[in-house]
């Protein structure tokens, strides 16, 4: 495991962290771009948006083509029709692959978008090279699909439920007070119709591509807080035993937003896992 005392940077640096330019696709995809070289596209979670990625995007853009992209529905991007699965979700990420020109890419997932990751990872075949599954779930048991079915029920008739995320995925330590303040207003900024979609399918895809990962050839990095109560270390450790070349990262004391409460740690782990397979090239 590697522990938040190991990290230099805490999520204080994000404190500055302000809306970054985006450009569109033909299809109405927003994204950001910075750095050069081999791609990489970042994929964030439900109720977010690309900035998420800013500890990520301003360290791995030195040696990568960093592609941060709106999931539908969230930031600048369209949405998809009400009743979009999961599968709907990964089509949507081919797409934009097309729109973008993109052959052969790393992808990196954070929770909702790690379902898209691995999603593509296990249909896509070689388009992508290797695979980061940050704080994503695998095989829900029976309480927590319940709940999660529960909470994605309700939005419809309640709306956008802010603080009871903000208590899932965050202690009371003090590296989480920025990050906290900053996924409060994430939230608040959400479109209420395209957060329901994508919750929903969030909520129903734990299991859609559950069989794929003993098809995913590349380096599949699977990393999550050792605190996160709902994308568990034990999930973590189940699907990388099932990627050939699978293999786990755990974030000690950290709950589900690791990549900003601990974004120097993450930022080492990604780099990690970018580094595998670069002398079979």
Known sequence: MLTAGST???AAATNATGALPRKATASG???HEAGSGEPLVLIHGVGMRLEAWAPQIAFLSAGHRVIAVDMPGHGESAKLPAGSRLEEFVAWFGRFLDEMA???ANVAG???GALVSGGAAATFGERISRVAYLNGVYRRDPGAKAAVLSRAAAIPVSGVDKEGPLARWFGEDAESVTARELTRKWLNLVDPQGY????AAFAGGDETYADGWKDVAGPALFLTGSDDPNSTPLMAAQMAELAP???VRIVEGHRHMVNLTAPDIVNSLLAEWLSFGEDER
């Not at 329901?196 to 919750?199: I, K, L, N, Q, W």
């Open 8 to 10: 230099t940077r805490t």
């Open 29 to 31: 995809t927003a994204y």
């Open 102 to 104: 993109i052959d052969t």
């Open 110 to 112: 954070h929770s909702m």
């Open 196 to 199: 329901a979609v994508a919750y």
């Open 245 to 247: 070349r699978g293999y």
